[in-house]
């Protein structure tokens, strides 16, 4: 995951618009925090602290380290670890949206 990819990950667990957070940054509108995003834009490391403020975690989130992505990185270790369940994410992978949804609902419905 880029930082760009962790930046919009966060802002959405957070609930965090686009417009809400370039407001936070100083920015005059969401399609500079689009192009960081998107990698179009790289956040100098002086402005790390700003960014991590901003989207209220810890600066290391931004790097993909610390608590904020602590579950996630032991599921991709599990995963990674598996030969099975790497094969099964690559099948998940290669699957159109509508299906993932479909998918997602019928564990859903198993796992109750």
Same mark, same amino acid.
């Given at each position: 995951?880029? !930082?760009?990819?962790?930046?919009?990950?966060? &802002?959405?667990?957070?609930?965090?618009? $686009?417009? %809400? /957070?370039?407001? #936070?940054?100083?920015?005059?509108?969401?399609?500079?925090?689009?192009?960081?995003?998107?990698?179009?834009?790289?956040?100098?490391?002086?402005?790390?602290?700003?960014?991590?403020?901003?989207?209220? !975690?810890?600066?290391?989130?931004?790097?993909? &380290?610390?608590?904020?992505?602590?579950? $996630?990185? %032991? /599921?991709?270790? #599990?995963?990674?670890?598996?030969?099975?369940?790497?094969?099964?994410?690559?099948?998940?992978?290669?699957?159109?949206?509508?299906?993932?949804?479909?998918?997602?609902?019928?564990?859903?419905?198993?796992?109750?």
């Amino acid at each position: 995951m880029t !930082v760009g990819q962790r930046i919009r990950y966060i &802002r959405k667990q957070k609930n965090i618009t $686009q417009d %809400e /957070l370039a407001q #936070k940054l100083g920015f005059s509108g969401k399609s500079t925090v689009s192009n960081y995003e998107l990698d179009l834009r790289s956040i100098e490391l002086k402005d790390v602290e700003k960014w991590a403020s901003a989207l209220e !975690v810890d600066p290391l989130a931004l790097l993909g &380290r610390g608590e904020f992505f602590r579950e $996630q990185n %032991e /599921l991709i270790a #599990k995963i990674t670890s598996d030969g099975d369940m790497l094969d099964i994410v690559k099948k998940l992978y290669k699957l159109p949206e509508d299906k993932i949804v479909l998918l997602n609902s019928l564990l859903d419905s198993w796992l109750v």
